[in-house]
């Protein structure tokens, strides 16, 4: 069972803020005219009894200790920055499984926590940005893959690997060879948009598939992993509840944010491997 950490966030700080707010208006002003009622009638003022009266009950303490704190997390996570770490190996090379990412939440727009509706317009994706994403056919799942269409590009990926958008060959260049999962793998350095950045494909055993061609509807994008031939993405999303020329494409309210950096690396969290910050950087 997937948990809605947003929801909790936000439930944890309305409740908190209710404590506050219930002591400043309630439990406050009875404590002051408690203190006032002892100090009149007695000549003799004993610290130990003043202090019995100003203390908080230990609901409220807690709420107003916690209420500051988890605001301001709610605010960085939910309009600044928030912090993902990546499970699989689809955006190798950009990214590897165990890297801690920054991903920047207002780059397409403040959207409001929760329901993520857009409040306030910023900008859009571009092709070669990396996005995080609600999966479209599971949204409590979030997904980065990099944006290779947009609204009203037609995208088409041949059988023999190419990538094509409105019908222009996507500039790639041969980097070197690595060892891959099905015996060797090719990098390419490949340009999308402004973006420059390296793609992963299998030499070995791959699928052989027809060439394929997408038309990008409105307020939706195509996405793709840079692991080329170990990425479930665009090409490959099917359910039946959604017409025809919406699989595969990521809807505008799905959109999470824009990663932007790799602050700490951590593959296999076990005391014998500590993490490590040799990757850290921009991601492009």
């Not at 203190?35 to 009266?53: H, K, M, V």
């Not at 916690?66 to 960085?76: G, W, Y």
């Not at 165990?98 to 959207?111: C, E, H, P, Q, S």
């Amino acid at each position: 069972m997937s948990i809605n950490f947003p929801l909790l966030l936000v439930i944890a700080v309305a409740v908190c803020g209710l404590l506050a707010l219930s002591d400043l208006l309630f439990f406050a002003p009875r404590r002051r005219a408690a203190i006032a009622n002892y100090e009149g009638r007695t000549g003799e003022i004993d610290p130990s009894t003043l202090d019995a009266l100003n203390k908080e009950p230990v609901l409220i303490e807690y709420g107003k200790s916690f209420f500051p704190v988890l605001a301001i997390v709610l605010v960085l996570r939910s309009f600044l920055v928030e912090p993902f770490q990546i499970p699989s190996g689809s955006m190798i090379p950009t990214l590897e499984v165990g890297d801690f990412i920054l991903v920047n939440k207002f780059a397409y727009g403040i959207r409001l926590p929760v329901v993520d509706t857009k409040v306030i317009e910023v900008s859009d994706p571009k092709r070669g940005d990396v996005m995080v994403f609600r999966y479209p056919n599971e949204p409590s799942i979030n997904y980065i893959k990099r944006v290779v269409g947009v609204p009203g590009d037609v995208v088409r990926y041949s059988s023999d690997r190419r990538l094509f958008v409105n019908d222009q060959p996507v500039a790639e260049t041969l980097v070197g060879e690595e060892p891959g999962s099905l015996g060797s793998a090719v990098l390419y350095r490949e340009k999308l948009g402004e973006v420059e950045h390296l793609i992963r494909k299998e030499m070995g055993r791959y699928r052989i598939e027809p060439s394929r061609q997408w038309t990008v509807p409105a307020e939706h994008y195509f996405m793709m992993g840079d692991n080329r031939d170990n990425s479930n993405d665009s090409r490959y999303w099917q359910d039946e509840s959604i017409p025809a020329e919406l699989a595969g494409m990521v809807p505008d309210r799905n959109i999470v944010g824009k990663a932007f950096a790799v602050w700490m690396s951590w593959p296999d969290p076990k005391l014998s491997n500590l993490p490590n910050f040799s990757r850290v950087g921009l991601i492009h």
